[in-house]
């Protein structure tokens, strides 16, 4: 059957349209890229070589996210490191010093949650506590094999992984291994979380991870964003954490930072060289219990 020539040419108009990208500023601790309707979003802190999340990077991520919730051209977005063997550890300490900072992180997890984008964490070193928390909140997560390692120490410290986590990880992997690696804040492999479907996919390079998610990406953002956000919308209605979810935890990792806690922050602030690059920041599942000896 011949189509009528008018619905030809809006289909050929369609398929050439050129993708407006965003206009973004330029961000400190952030890096972007955009390409066709994919934007990429690079954690860097200059300021800290386990890639901490800080002020900076709490700032910039508010300031594309918000920008994210009003825009009709970008259909996805790519969160990755740039710091080498870190994705990002956790926070910054200096965060805790920021009035209502962590219900505000809670907040922007619960809005990156549910943007109109697909959103896409490629991992390449360290994801733990913040680092796993976006990645929660994300829609799909790959990572490569070599010297990967992912996992919530919160439970080490007497507190809670928050935002998103304690809904996300037991729908992931089942009750029972979330219950295993939450309380245990053991790490995990890139091999091991595949098997369990912590993450997608696991590989065995940057490059084949890559060439993967650009596969994936290019063939979602030729799809017309309608059944993009339609389909993301139904699935986190039923499964993603609730406002309430979001905003408990919280309250509840407000309430343990107490004196256990800061004893053992303090303890692991001198085996970390506050925080730095080192063995108990690149195998913290493992090291933990040296802040107990
Ligand atoms: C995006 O689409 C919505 C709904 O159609 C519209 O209200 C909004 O103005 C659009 N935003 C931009 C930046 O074009
Ligand atoms: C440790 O790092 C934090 C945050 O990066 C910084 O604010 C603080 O001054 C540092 N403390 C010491 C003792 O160097
Ligand atoms: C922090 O939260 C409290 C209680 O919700 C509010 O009264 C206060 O204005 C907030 N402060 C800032 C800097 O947002
Ligand atoms: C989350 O999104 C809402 C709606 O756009 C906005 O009002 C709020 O400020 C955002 N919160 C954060 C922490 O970015």
């Known amino acids: ?169 037991p729908r992931l992997i089942g009750r029972g291994l979330a219950m295993e690696y939450i309380l245990s804040s053991q790490d995990i492999t890139a091999e091991e979380a595949e098997r369990i479907g912590w993450i997608n996919k696991a590989f065995d390079s940057p490059k084949k991870m890559y060439a993967y998610i650009d596969r994936l990406t290019s063939r979602l953002s030729k799809f017309p964003r309608s059944g993009l956000v339609a389909s993301k919308k139904a699935i986190n209605l039923r499964a993603s954490p609730s406002r309430e979810d979001f905003l408990h935890d919280i309250n509840l990792f407000k309430a343990l930072v107490n004196p256990d806690f800061s004893k053992i922050f303090a303890r692991f602030a001198t085996l970390t060289n506050n925080f730095t690059i080192g063995e108990v920041e690149l195998n913290t599942g493992r090291d933990l219990m040296l802040a107990y000896d």
């Not at 929660?136 to 007497?158: Q, Y």
Request: glycine residues 8%.
């Open 1 to 169: 059957m011949l189509l009528p020539s008018l619905e030809i040419l809006g289909f050929a108009a369609l398929l050439s349209t050129n993708v407006l990208g965003l206009d973004l500023p330029s961000y400190v601790g952030l890096k972007t890229s955009q390409h066709n309707g994919i934007l990429k979003v690079t954690l860097h802190s200059p300021t800290s070589n386990v890639n901490a999340w800080n002020e900076d990077m709490h700032v910039g991520m508010k300031d594309i996210v918000r920008r994210l919730q009003e825009d009709n051209e970008t259909k996805v977005v790519i969160f990755n490191s740039d710091v080498p063997r870190f994705f990002c550890n956790h926070f910054d300490s200096a965060v805790f010093a920021i009035e209502n900072f962590t219900e505000d992180y809670a907040m922007l997890m619960m809005n990156i949650t549910n943007l109109p984008q697909v959103t896409i964490g490629a991992v390449e070193g360290r994801a733990r506590n913040a680092g796993h928390e976006l990645l929660m909140a994300l829609d799909m997560r790959f990572a490569v094999k070599r010297d990967v390692l992912i996992g919530e120490s919160e439970t080490g410290f007497g507190n809670l992984p928050v935002a998103g986590t304690c809904q996300q990880l």
